[in-house]
């Protein structure tokens, strides 16, 4: 893949937990959060690639890449990733030294072990690093004072150029720990 030292923006079109697009700002790739069920007993949202470009290596599929699983009242259940891995989440993203439920770390497909930390910044709300403390992606909230856009929530998720592999990763691993947050675990 040809590097152009440019970042994936993805612009998070709605901002909410219960469903989302996010889209390059380039056109370069497209995840899509959908929740797929919700009544009494969970709540299931799966993660697809529609991207249409050819240029990135997650041709668009109907396929889910992550499919999030979660408790009745909010509890943190299971995390998939086809064919056949099934994490519960709480193993899945574990506490750091911390102790706070809001730096958590995971590994992913890599094999390498990445963290995500709470900052509250609106330049960076979540950021993840990777395990030499480098940001390798993070969550921002649309900065104050902004203008309001029509189909955009002003949010985004940043992922840097050499781990579009992993985006969809920690796209998932960034919703649990949003969920993580709004609901006090």
Partial sequence: MVSYGLSYFLEDM??????SEFVDIYGRMR???RRTTLDTTRAAYMIFNTTSSPSYSLHATTKPLAALDFGPNNT???INFPPNVCIPMQKYLTKTSSGSSKSRRFRASDGQEYCWTYRGQMDQEWACTNSSGHVVAYYSL????EPEYAGSSGCSLTVEEAYPHLAPEFLASLLIMRH??????
């Fill in 31 to 33: 995840l899509t959060l």
């Fill in 142 to 145: 649309k900065p104050h004072g």
């Fill in 76 to 78: 943190l259940g299971t």
């Fill in 14 to 19: 709605t901002g909410k937990l219960t469903g």
């Fill in 180 to 185: 993580i947050a709004a609901h006090n675990l």
